[in-house]
């Protein structure tokens, strides 16, 4: 007798009782994708990196059985249909040491390729000025320049994306360390197209955070040093990650803003050089 079984992960985003989830499952390989959807109602299950197993198949036997998409809260699935999983989406990731520039380059990108940008920063600090019962912990965590817990970034950023309807997004400050990518990864299935890396010397991005002037609690020179910090110790070994995977897009984030956005077109929108560079690659090995 064969054994099959597969392995669930289930999104921390719990809301109520008396929610469905339905899990979609597919077959791999030689057969064309197939659905198989199981309603599981009220499933208790640690929020923390849950995880679900179904490991007997009888009555499939041949079939390789893999996750196509993640469980899927049936809470979320709104009038206006802007469930994620429902759609091919993008996800950008927008890294590099803080003062190096990610969110002024976000906004020019927004504002030419129609991406919605999350700034991981952002949601945690509207969190704090909501009264959210985390508001205390994360502000904490960011005075001392330290990493909040994955699920709760991960959770603000899911909810985003959602209410967003877009499905294009520019993820910024976000993976900061190897907790945070493979829980991303984990809970939502996906995996950035590509990450944006802002390349830049400490000592300018410490020149620009002093006078960045938004008031910002963090934006002292006792808690740049403990973000800096972090930044070497956690949030590279993420960028060289993506890097070994080839997914890592380098800018030289030290040069006048238009100049950064330039090279950063070039990213998101080859030149034609470029890509008569890759069509003439492509035709020589065809
Ligand atoms: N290329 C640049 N040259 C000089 N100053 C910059 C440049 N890019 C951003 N800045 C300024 O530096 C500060 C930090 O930029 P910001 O985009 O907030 O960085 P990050 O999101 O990476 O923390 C801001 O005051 C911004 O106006
Ligand atoms: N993924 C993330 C992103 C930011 N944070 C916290 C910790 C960071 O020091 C602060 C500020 O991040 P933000 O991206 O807004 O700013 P900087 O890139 O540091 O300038 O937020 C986090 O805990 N986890």
């Known amino acids: 007798m064969r054994h099959y079984y597969s392995l669930f992960t289930i999104p921390p985003v719990v809301r109520g009782e008396e929610d469905l989830y339905n899990l979609y499952c597919g077959s791999a390989g030689f057969l064309p994708p197939t ?50 999983t429902d759609k091919k989406v993008t996800v950008v990731f927008v890294l590099g040491g803080p003062g190096s520039g990610k969110g002024t380059q976000c906004a020019n990108i927004v504002e030419h390729y129609g991406y919605t940008h999350l700034s991981a920063g952002d949601l945690l600090r509207a969190e704090i000025k909501s009264g959210s019962e985390n508001g205390t912990m994360i502000q904490n965590m960011i005075k001392e320049g330290k990493i909040v817990p994955s699920e709760v970034t991960i959770k603000l950023l899911q909810r985003a994306m959602n209410e967003s309807g877009n499905d294009k997004f520019l993820i910024d400050g976000f993976p900061r360390n190897e907790e945070n990518r493979a829980a991303f990864e984990l809970v939502t299935g996906m995996e950035p197209t590509f990450v944006l890396f802002f390349d830049c010397l400490e000592e300018e991005m410490e020149r620009r955070l002093l006078s960045r002037n938004q008031g910002r609690e963090d934006d002292n020179i006792e808690t740049i040093r403990k973000r800096f910090r972090v930044y070497m110790e956690s949030s590279l070994p993420v960028i060289e990650y993506y890097n070994s995977k080839g997914k890592v897009r380098k800018i030289d984030a030290a040069k006048p803003v238009e100049e950064v956005f330039e090279a950063v077109k070039e990213v998101f929108a080859p030149s034609n050089a470029e890509v008569m560079h890759y069509r003439n690659f492509l035709c020589s090995i065809l």
């Open 35 to 84: 659905c198989f959807n199981w309603h599981c109602p009220k499933l208790h299950l640690s929020p923390y990196f849950p995880r679900f197993h179904l490991s007997y198949f009888p009555s499939l036997p041949e079939l390789w059985l893999v996750l196509m998409g993640t469980v899927l809260d049936a809470a979320t699935k709104d009038a206006n249909g802007s469930l994620l």
